[in-house]
């Protein structure tokens, strides 16, 4: 192909910038408040090449790392490629050899074997060290104080499986990272690798099931006590891939199914659940115990957000056909039948936050990107091809929701949360947001955002002077967590 193409994946928020960048001093509109100090580091997809097909999807783009960081009330501004064994050999090359999304079968032959993540979905840190993750492959280490990429991470060598998680989950008192990759074993395997790092960022666990089938498994869940594996029907095929066809098509007649086991425990203790046929779930809440009841809340939907995998399985319907809802499940882990209790509680939306402290317990609130009913329709472009203009806050406990809405032609990308250290206050939610200024041009601010009261808007906002990427997920480090990093 001689340019990109002129999909949904390739215009709008989509357009490839393909520009590495420094800048310090952003402008400042209104007072960063001073306990803000850290740094807001953000994974952005942006394909450094035009692809090797027309149907190449944004998921494919190359990892780029995106850094705010936070010093005395001033912003400065980075963004560099997470520099994979796949974006140095294209690099190299002067041009794309990776194929279709997921299917090494479709790749110039020259890079048969080669590593084909492009860690470009969630930017995790843990024991002082700054990963950059996509579930496809494992994590790549990146300084972040340079941006400088440091080389594929397993564990010192310990690390089995073939792939990691975008989702793992820190318990905020242990300190031990909790974690999962699933086609572990290979291309099209039913093989999840459950893992366990202890504080120091060490390996301890690495235990290995088959789900019930292979799916897509993009995020799990701990509890005090448990580990939850949610299965949904987005399934590969060895045959299809083979034939240069999607890695992923989605069923909409095949029953999902969650398992539940205790998170210090043995695989064989898993008991599965049956769950509704062809619904779906990419990011969950949070799960806690109540007794002998385990809670799980999930962004739940009919059927697949993303088109591209529902089309391949045949489910043609349009975005906003898609039904769904914040919703709880509920499992029993004192009944004999394989059945949970399900129940709306909140609106639909996506791309979920909790306070770290409350990460596997209960919790007063959360966050989650949404759509305003009034605010006209959603700008094109981030993952699925339609942005959010909606910033919900939930009390779960008591369905309370208050809600940022945004105006015509503006999105706003997953928030992280900033922990307050005044009592009584709820602390600090930052998010990027986006506005359309003219045809297929944009601009982008980051927001700063009172996490008790989001319907207000931003407390202060940082304008970028360059075009920014839709982001996946981002993460908050703190100064301190930086500083100790720096001094080991």
């Known amino acids: ?43 952005v997809p942006d394909p450094a090449h035009v692809p090797m097909h027309e149907d190449d999807v944004v998921l494919s783009g190359d990892g780029m790392v995106s850094r705010f960081l936070f010093e005395d009330g001033q912003v400065d501004y980075d963004i560099r490629y997470v520099e994979t064994e ?19 079968f479709t790749d110039d032959p020259t890079v048969a074997g080669r590593d084909r993540t492009v860690a470009n979905t969630t930017p995790v840190w843990h024991a002082g060290r700054l990963f950059m993750t996509k579930e496809d492959g494992r994590a790549y280490e990146v300084d972040p104080a340079t941006l400088d990429t440091i080389g594929r991470w397993d564990f010192y060598g310990a690390l089995r499986s073939e792939t990691f998680t975008a989702h793992p989950r ?15 074993g290979g ?79 043995k695989v064989d203790e898993m008991r599965w659940f049956r769950g509704p046929k062809g619904v779906s779930a990419f990011h969950l809440v949070n799960a806690y115990d109540e007794g002998d009841r385990v809670h799980l809340d999930l962004c739940l939907t009919d059927t697949n957000a993303f088109a591209f995998m529902r089309e391949a399985g045949g489910i043609h319907r349009q975005p906003w056909e898609i039904e769904g809802a914040l919703t709880r499940w509920t499992f029993d882990l004192t009944s004999n039948d394989d059945g949970f209790v399900e129940r709306p509680i909140g609106p639909p939306g996506d791309l979920p936050r909790v306070r770290d402290v409350d990460q596997g317990r209960p919790y007063p609130f959360a966050f989650y990107c949404s759509m305003n009913p009034a605010g006209g329709p959603p700008l094109p472009g981030g993952p699925v091809g339609a942005a959010f203009n909606a910033l919900i806050r939930i009390e779960p406990d008591s369905g309370r929701v208050a809600m940022m809405t ?32 003219a045809d297929e041009k944009f601009e982008s601010e980051l927001w700063v955002i009172d996490a008790g009261d989001v319907a207000a808007g931003a407390v202060a906002r940082v304008p970028v002077p360059v075009r920014l990427r839709p982001q996946v997920h981002g993460a908050w480090v703190s100064a301190a967590q930086l500083a100790a990093r720096a001094g080991r």
């Open 187 to 265: 291309l099209c395997t039913r093989d999840i690798a459950y893992g366990i790092a202890d504080a120091g960022g060490n390996l301890v666990s690495e235990q290995w099931f088959e789900a019930p089938y292979c799916a897509s498994v993009h995020d799990f869940a701990i509890t005090e006590t448990r580990a939850i594996f949610p299965i949904f029907p987005t399934t590969a095929n060895i045959d299809r891939l083979k034939a240069g066809g999607a890695h992923w098509a989605h069923q909409q007649d095949l029953e999902s199914w969650v398992g539940v086991m205790p998170r210090y425990g």
């Open 406 to 437: 945004l105006g015509p032609d503006m999105a706003v990308s997953e928030p992280v949360h900033i922990a307050s250290a005044r009592d009584g206050h709820d602390g600090w939610l930052l998010a990027v947001v986006d506005r359309r200024t």
């Open 86 to 104: 796949r974006y140095v050999l294209e690099r190299d090359a002067r041009r794309a050899l990776f194929g279709r999304y997921r299917n090494p």
């Open 170 to 184: 820190v318990d905020p008192a242990t300190g031990e990272m909790f974690f999962f990759g699933y086609e572990a």
């Open 1 to 43: 192909m001689r340019g990109f193409p002129q999909t949904i994946h390739f215009t709008g928020l989509n357009q490839p910038v393909r520009m590495e960048a420094s800048i310090r001093n952003l402008p400042v509109i209104g007072d960063i408040p001073a306990e803000i100090a850290g740094a807001f580091f953000r994974a």
